[in-house]
């Protein structure tokens, strides 16, 4: 089995290079995602982050606001903190238990851990593989204006509060630009996939 961490800024297509792994074959486990599922309704973390913000971070329906809590979190250092200790833990387990299953079904596997901060959660360490997800920062900003509906100051904050992409980039062993067109962009995770299931 190889496990392969995969990184980058946000906004700066890791999501697209994930969907291209799976593509591949490799099964790709999506932090964002667990740390969704983690925060539902009901689950211990949701309860923990209502006690510690408030029920203003919540919709209608009882769901965390994502937004509400992101504008909280990101201006505030020790906010994010309180934040990521309540759902790093928790993710973990959870990545650790879908990584068993995974080897379970296929001892030889390649399995992808999206996760934006890999360096910034010490995960870097567990990992076979690190593979960074680069862009230029004004592709990053008009990304999350546009996906997210922030300001350029919010979208700025955002990618502040993580590790400097040129940083991450030192600390990879594979980086892909997550400008270049898709079909090219596609040929570089096949041969990477390709380089991964040798290893396997």
């Excluded at 740390?35 to 769901?63: C, M, Y």
């Excluded at 509906?149 to 919010?154: H, P, Q, Y």
């Excluded at 990618?159 to 600390?171: D, M, V």
Aim: net charge positive; proline share 4%; charged share 25%.
């Amino acid at each position: 089995m190889v496990l392969v961490g995969l990184t980058g800024g946000v906004a700066t297509g890791k999501s697209t290079v994930a969907s291209m792994f799976k593509r591949c074959g490799a099964v790709v486990i999506d932090a964002d995602g667990l740390a969704h599922s983690v925060v539902e309704p009901g689950k211990p973390a949701w309860r923990e982050i209502i006690k510690q913000f408030g029920r203003a971070v919540l919709n209608p329906d009882q769901t965390i606001n994502r937004r509400a809590l992101g504008s909280l979190v990101f201006r505030d250092p020790a906010k994010r903190k309180q934040l990521e200790h309540i759902i790093h833990p928790r993710v973990a387990r959870e990545q650790q238990r879908l990584i068993r299953e995974a080897r379970a079904r296929n001892p030889r596997a390649v399995i992808v851990y999206d996760v934006p901060l890999l360096f910034e959660a010490g995960i870097g360490k567990q990992v076979d593989y690190i593979v960074v997800v680069s862009s230029d920062r004004n592709t990053q900003i008009a990304r999350l204006q546009k996906r997210d509906g922030l300001s350029r100051a919010e979208a700025l904050r955002r990618i502040n509060s993580q590790l400097p992409l040129a940083q991450k980039r030192r600390l990879a062993d594979f980086v892909l630009d997550g400008t270049t067109n898709k079909r090219r962009l596609f040929t570089q995770v096949k041969a990477l996939f390709q380089h991964f299931q040798a290893a396997a």
